[in-house]
Every structure is written in structure tokens, then in C-alpha cells.
């Protein structure tokens, strides 16, 4: 049993996800994966999540949930090897960090070919955060805790791969009552500053529908 966690980030205006170089001969060389590893005997999935995170990628408390099981047979061609698989998500504060060696932010767009079924991994975790951007407060968790509303519906846009009208998005959110204004305004801007805004609760939480 095995785990491994697709690490979403906002980086440079693109969606992106963490990649680490997998070179295990003969079978895999000089290739990428996300980060991973084994489940030890005595460990839950996720105490070796939290493991493989902190010692592959020194990432600490970031959001993450369960995604699914990949249960293949082939699926790692060394040997027989069942992952449970998670989404991660970073907030700027922590990607703009200094990664570890071996590592790499990767646009989304531009996913090469990955170790074991990581593509597949990479679409299902995709798919999982279009549908709970739509109803939930997921999309804080990529963002600073301090936001300007431009800065929300860009990780709508980029996550959903499309536009979104600007004055409906703002009158939807303010609508369901998910943001409150701060009080501030950004820092070292030419033209007017916008307003900052804070979601209203840091749990993952339920909407109505809001997109």
C-alpha cells in the first residue's frame, strides 16, 4: 500500500502541481511523479501521508483530503502496488517557498508524461476540485488569507478553464456570504488600490451552488 498527493498551487498566474524526478532503473529513469511513498506497517495512510510530505517536500499543515484508490494491477511495473491517493493545496505564502531538490512546480497545461498512473491521478484530482470549487470554500486554500475579489475569480478561472462574467461572480459571492471585507486595501499598487476580503471561516464548508 502506497500513498501519493496531487499538490495544487497558483504559480505565476497558472494552475500548477509538484512534480519530484522518479529515477528508479530499469523501470523508471530520469521521469517525474508526485509525492509519494510506501505505507509502513505501523502507520495509517495518512501518518505516511503526512511523512512523505514533510520529508519529500518539507510541506507542513496544508490542506488536504482523501481523493480516491488506485487499485490497477500494472499500475507501478517494479511490483503490485495499491495508492491512496490525495489532493493537496498551497496557499503563495508556502509555494513561493525554496523547493526541495528534485523538485518542480508543473502548469497544469503542461504535464508531461508521469511514472505509474499519475496522469490519470492528475485528471481525477482535477476533476475533483472543479466540482468542489462550485460548492464549497475549497478555493481559499489557494489563495493568501488576505484576498482582493479579482484575485478569487482568478482561481475560478483557472481552475474551471474558463472566464466568468466579473459582476455576477462578485454578486454571487457576496451574495452567499462567504467573504468579508477586511477593512485594508492592497499595498504598492499604481492605479487604485482594491479592497481586501478573508472567507468568513477557515473549515471546508458547504455552499449553495456558486458557479
Not at 495544487?8 to 517525474?32: M, Q
Not at 475549497?138 to 488576505?146: C, G, N, V
Request: net charge positive.
Amino acid at each position: 500500500m502506497a500513498v501519493d498527493v496531487v499538490v495544487f498551487a497558483i504559480i505565476d498566474g497558472e494552475l500548477s502541481v509538484l512534480l519530484g524526478e522518479v529515477n528508479r532503473p530499469p523501470y523508471y529513469t530520469k521521469i517525474e511523479a508526485f509525492i509519494g511513498g510506501l505505507i509502513e506497517p505501523k502507520e495509517t495512510a495518512e501518518m505516511a501521508l503526512k511523512r512523505h510530505l514533510a520529508s519529500k517536500a518539507d510541506l507542513k499543515k496544508i490542506y488536504v483530503e482523501q481523493l480516491y484508490t488506485f487499485s490497477e494491477i500494472e499500475r507501478d511495473r517494479r511490483n503490485r502496488v495499491i495508492s491512496i491517493s490525495y489532493i493537496g493545496l498551497v496557499r503563495p505564502t508556502v509555494s513561493m517557498l525554496t523547493l526541495m531538490e528534485g523538485l518542480r512546480w508543473c502548469p497544469v497545461q503542461e504535464l508531461p508524461q508521469l511514472a505509474y498512473d499519475h496522469n490519470k491521478m492528475c485528471a481525477v484530482a482535477l476533476n475533483r476540485l472543479k466540482g468542489k470549487i462550485s460548492y464549497t470554500n475549497i478555493a481559499q486554500f489557494l489563495l493568501a488569507t488576505e484576498f482582493t475579489l479579482t484575485e478569487l475569480q482568478t482561481v475560478y478561472e483557472l481552475i474551471l478553464g474558463r472566464e466568468i462574467d466579473k459582476r455576477n461572480f462578485r454578486k454571487k459571492i457576496i451574495a452567499l456570504d462567504m467573504v468579508v471585507e477586511t477593512g485594508d486595501v492592497q499595498q504598492g499598487v499604481k492605479n487604485r488600490p482594491a479592497g481586501l476580503y478573508r472567507f468568513k471561516t477557515e473549515k471546508l464548508t458547504e455552499l449553495s451552488l456558486v458557479i
